[in-house]
């Protein structure tokens, strides 16, 4: 299995320990960090653009977009955060590679670690990643 990340360079406290934790969970899992393919874009909205670009032009059978979104005083939050969305909706269901939203929306800093840290989202998304390749071949 070939895999990408995508991630922002927007709160890397919370994104490199995500990140790191992807990493880890696919190399316990068998996956050779040859297989991994990491890519950075400047913000969350351009996830969307990072994961499509990978689909299109990397070897790669399944993506995880790593973000996260911290909400502050102003509606940037949500509208980030539901446009990042749709776009992530819109490339599952119009691509041939499964992409996983691995991009935290929280209200705090504390509840974004309390994910990255406790929660280890980043194994889960790892994991799903990997059902999700298992998936797509199970139709080949």
Do not use: W
Not at 31 to 50: A, K, M, Q, T, W
Request: hydrophobic share 40%; charged share 20%.
């Amino acid at each position: 299995m070939r895999f990408g990340i995508v991630v922002t360079e927007r709160n890397t406290n919370i994104t490199d320990i995500l990140l790191k934790n992807v990493v880890e969970t696919f190399i316990k899992s068998g996956v050779s960090e040859n297989s991994i393919n990491i890519r950075h874009v400047p913000g969350n909205f351009d996830l969307v653009y990072g994961c499509a670009r990978m689909a299109e032009h990397g070897y790669i059978d399944a993506i995880i977009a790593l973000g996260c979104a911290i909400k502050g005083e102003t509606p940037h939050f949500d509208n980030i955060c539901s446009g990042t969305t749709a776009g992530m909706v819109r490339l599952n269901a119009t691509g041939k590679v499964p992409i996983i939203n691995g991009i935290l929306t929280v209200n705090t800093q504390e509840q974004a670690e309390e994910r990255a840290i406790r929660q280890n989202k980043g194994a889960e998304y790892a994991i799903t990643a990997i059902k999700m390749v298992e998936f797509a071949h199970s139709f080949d």
